[in-house]
């Protein structure tokens, strides 16, 4: 069975551009999460998409959104970005059945670079 | 706000020996779990022992879990180069947690030949 899958693994970007990061969970799993991971802040919950709604959201601004598509697969976007949005910028897909997290399936992560 | 805490910071080893790491959190907790990160790489899951559970093993990794002291413990034991990697603790916490866990900040460990 294929793991999660995240494209792109690396980007980079000026301030003030958006960037859309994609991520295909495995197969069956209907649950998909996102995490930031930096230097100094750790790992942050971003939110977490279920047949297509969001049912959870960390404490992000507005800059920070996502979505999901009938077949599962998650996009999140960040708008008008800033030198702090540089980060590893990891995906989880869970089957998503239990109301409490179990194992979480990640990604490689896709490396974002803010200029 | 991370929920959990970690020690030590990093650890350096030479193979064949034990490598023991700590995590404390704050809040009352569903189950705990613990994951690697090789180096700038996604999170692969070690083990999760619930709340109702002291302790749990797999493979060469033992996982103790107190929750009067808020604490846990990973054990690797006969610890291999390939074992080099970040460590980190995760809870999930409350109820409709929902894909949220919290992360501590994580042990950096280095196992030498």
């Known amino acids: 069975k294929a793991g999660v899958t995240q494209t792109p693994r690396y980007l980079i970007k000026t301030r003030g551009q958006q960037v859309t990061l994609s991520c295909s969970p495995i197969s069956g799993h209907r649950s998909v999460s996102w995490y930031q991971q930096t230097p100094g802040q750790g790992l942050q919950f971003l939110f977490e998409y279920f047949s297509e709604t969001q049912r959870n959201k960390g404490n992000f601004p507005g800059r920070f959104s996502g979505r999901q598509f009938s077949n599962s697969r998650s996009e999140m976007n960040v708008s008008t970005l800033e030198l702090g949005d540089s980060a590893l910028y990891l995906c989880?897909?869970?089957?998503?059945?239990?109301?409490?997290?179990?194992?979480?399936?990640f990604g490689e992560g896709s490396r974002l670079t803010v200029l | 706000s991370q929920q959990g805490e970690e020690d030590p910071q990093a650890l350096s080893i030479q193979e064949g020996e034990n490598a023991t790491m700590n995590c404390s959190y704050k809040?009352?907790?569903?189950?705990l779990q613990w994951y690697r990160q090789n180096s700038g790489r996604g999170l692969v899951h070690l083990i999760l022992?619930?709340?109702?559970?002291r302790e749990k093993h797999s493979g060469r990794l033992r996982v103790t879990l107190d929750t009067s002291k808020k604490s846990s413990s990973l054990l690797i034991t006969a610890s291999r180069a390939a074992d080099t990697a970040s460590y980190f603790c995760?809870?999930?916490?409350?109820?409709?947690?929902?894909?949220?866990?919290?992360f501590g900040a994580g042990t950096q460990v280095v196992v030498t030949p």
């Open positions: 995760a809870t999930d916490a409350g109820t409709d947690s929902w894909g949220k866990l919290q």
């Open positions: 989880a897909s869970t089957p998503g059945d239990r109301y409490n997290t179990g194992e979480l399936f």
């Open positions: 022992i619930r709340s109702n559970e």
């Open positions: 809040t009352s907790i569903n189950n």
